[in-house]
């Protein structure tokens, strides 16, 4: 009999999409080896022919979602047509839409006690990620003057950090199913206000 789940012969993307589908039900560490093995359609033995255990598994999920995330801001930034503000925005909105339709890789990469900069791979892809939000701030700062213009990188990691915490507070779950205003509005707000602290853009 063929089990269901386990397609094309490819084990451990199998076994990674059972991983992705459990976490968003069960959270990261709510779930077992075996219990992947099931929901893929194998052998409770078949996942050790790919990966240590349960964390060696997340962080195939979370390395498969920083991935899929650089491709996603590098796309929203080139929606910005040479804008650095539109480019900066897009990625902002494109890291949102992320989270919301990725969520099962969202909490491996992020809320799963995974140390990114422990794995070479996974710093690498979340790195690539990150490059997209520092080349934006790279065009929005560089006609500032020299003494008053912060490093790009504090920059990006300053708008990640905002594009962040609202994902955890306002657009996923609670309390974000009861924020007052869309993510996306305080998301643009957000990097207004701070772009505007930086002389970026004028403080109509």
């Known amino acids: ?24 039900q ?18 409770a033995a078949a996942p050790y022919r790919h990966f240590k255990g349960r964390e060696s598994l997340i962080e195939a999920v979370a390395l498969q979602g920083f991935t899929l995330f650089g491709d996603l801001l590098e796309f ?15 990625t902002g909105r494109a890291y949102l839409a992320f989270a919301r339709k990725n969520p099962g890789h969202y909490i491996a990469m992020f809320e799963s006690g995974v140390s990114i900069n422990a794995n070479p791979e996974i710093a690498a ?19 500032l003057p020299a003494e008053k213009r912060p490093p790009s990188t504090m920059v990006s990691q300053h708008i990640w950090a905002l594009s962040h915490g609202i994902v955890e507070l306002f657009a996923r779950g609670e309390p974000g199913a009861m924020s007052p205003f869309p993510p996306e509005e305080l998301l643009e707000a957000g990097i207004g206000v701070y772009l505007r602290g930086l002389n970026v853009l004028p403080k109509d």
Not at 1 to 14: P, T
Not at 129 to 138: E, N, Q
């Open 1 to 24: 009999m063929v089990r269901r789940g386990y397609h094309h012969g490819n084990l451990k993307q199998a076994l990674i999409d059972a991983t992705i589908k459990l976490i968003e």
């Open 26 to 43: 069960k959270g990261p560490s709510g779930f077992t080896m075996a219990e992947a093995a099931k929901q893929a359609g194998v052998s």
């Open 76 to 90: 929203a930034y080139t929606k910005g047509n040479g804008s650095a503000v539109a480019s900066l925005e897009a």
């Open 125 to 143: 892809v979340a790195n690539r990620a990150l490059g997209v939000i520092t080349r934006a701030a790279d065009e929005l700062i560089e006609n």
